[in-house]
């Protein structure tokens, strides 16, 4: 499986684009990438995903470096709402729909 | 639509005792899953099933643990006998099976403590 890296924290003003980084140098040419957000007490949510090109939608917007080895979710207004832990995954083709959740990205929004 | 539906929602037993956890995934999906979180591990698959056949068990902890999907709207995930180290979150997650990069949709879980 292709490994992810994410750091383990980070806070965003509110109403400022959060900009979420991961790393996936190990990803293969058919792999996609996830992320999902965990709100504190409630189960995991989709929030987007992409293959090569960047994707948009009401939620977010996901970058992903020419290479693929790297990607960034923009949150482009943060609201408080947004305080979460996020994921970024990298789905292996081979086992159908199994999703790998590493640590995440713990994120604080503020007032 | 209701979305993935997890019962119970909170279960707090003692040790030696049975558990069934109870999901019902959303209408029309063919693949559901089973997770569970804990602070120690965070989130871990234990099983998924397409079209009510289970896949992938890997990460079925032991024997204690079975789960089973009778039909396409329902699944139980038993522990028997329950041990003060299966205290966790499980969730149930479904996903429809159109091939390709299906996302996954999160029941609310079940809260499980073993004393």
């Known amino acids: 499986d292709a490994k992810t890296t994410q750091p383990p924290s980070m806070d965003c003003a509110e109403g400022r684009a959060a900009n979420l980084p991961c790393n996936h140098s190990t990803i293969s040419g058919n792999e996609y990438v996830y992320w999902y957000r965990q709100i504190h007490s409630q189960g995991p949510q989709y929030i987007i995903h992409g293959l090569k090109n960047n994707e948009t939608n009401e939620m977010a917007s996901l970058i992903i470096t020419e290479d693929r080895k790297s990607s960034t979710l923009i949150l482009p207004h943060a609201t408080l709402r947004d305080t979460a832990v996020y994921y970024c995954?990298?789905?292996?083709?081979?086992?159908?729909?199994?999703?790998?959740f590493g640590g995440g990205t713990r994120v604080l929004v503020k007032p | 639509d209701a979305g993935v539906i997890q019962s119970p929602r909170h279960e707090v037993t003692e040790m030696g005792q049975e558990v069934t956890l109870r999901c019902k995934p959303i209408s029309g999906h063919n693949s559901l899953f089973w997770y569970r979180q804990t602070m120690m591990r965070g989130l871990e698959l234990l099983i998924y099933?397409?079209?009510?056949?289970?896949?992938?068990d890997s990460g079925m902890p032991e024997d204690r643990f079975s789960a089973k999907m009778p039909n396409a709207s329902f699944s139980t995930l038993k522990i028997q006998p329950s041990e003060p180290r299966d205290s966790a979150v499980y969730f149930c997650?479904?996903?429809?099976?159109?091939?390709?990069?299906?996302?996954?949709?999160f029941g609310p879980g079940t809260r499980l403590t073993v004393l």
């Open positions: 997650a479904s996903s429809p099976d159109s091939g390709g990069a299906d996302t996954q949709y």
């Open positions: 099933f397409n079209n009510n056949v289970p896949i992938d």
């Open positions: 995954i990298v789905r292996p083709k081979a086992a159908g729909n199994k999703l790998t």
